[in-house]
């Protein structure tokens, strides 16, 4: 399995770097620095995305931990954490977040928005794919969970060539990361994470997500869906002008 993970992962890799590299290519002919090109500046807007990315996914996932609990699909049980454990979680989530969104969405999906002439629509549906693909050799994988990781794959996606940011996505990704696993106790993609709290399985794995984690649940699917909407409504409602505005006028 071990070795299984390793293939895939040098194949993704290996496509991200090279449709990264046709984009990177192609910001060059124009003129245009690489880390513009990745959309990593950091100003205002940057920063309201990922602070929103961080409220949609945190409040996205303790709905997911509510309604599992409601419903008795999972129990809790007290954890030991340190704080120390818990900020080397945080670091170690957000920098897995970050590469990921760099070589994905930077990276592999401006490649793929490039050869396949503009349509981002289809590009996004690739990139998801591929990020879903990516969890296949995980521990518990599931044809349950290649779909939650590639909603999440289109999640992602959509901030990225919606916002022209990649901090919305990043925002997305560590939040859902590390609420889901060093706070709340639930595996990530079939990972043991620790948490403040330990999480049981007591219902169907097909609501819950099992030893996978809500990726691979119905609820957390559902989830995805209500990410999608929230996100939407943030960029297209006047919600982040409004914000923007506030914090920096004029």
Known sequence: MMNLRMVVEVLMLAAALGFGALAIRHWRAQGTPVLRGLSLAWNVRAGCDLMAGIAIASLAMLGIFLIEAAVGAVTTSPRQQSWGELGSWFLGKSAASLKEEILMRGLLLSGLVLV??????????VSAIAFGCIHLSNPGASPLSVLGNTLGGVIYGMAFLLSGSLWLAIGLH?????????????????????????????????????????????????????????????????????????????
């Open 116 to 125: 396949l002439k503009g349509r981002r629509t289809l590009a996004i549906l």
């Open 174 to 250: 560590v939040a859902w990361n590390f609420v889901q696993g060093p706070l709340l106790g639930f595996p990530v993609s079939g990972i043991a994470a620790g948490g403040l709290q330990q999480v049981h399985d007591a219902g169907p794995a097909w609501l819950s997500g099992g030893a996978y984690g809500p990726e691979a649940g119905l609820v957390g699917i559902a989830f995805r869906f209500v990410i999608i909407a929230v996100m939407l409504l943030w960029l297209k409602r006047g919600w982040r002008r409004a914000v923007r505005t506030e914090i920096a006028p004029g």
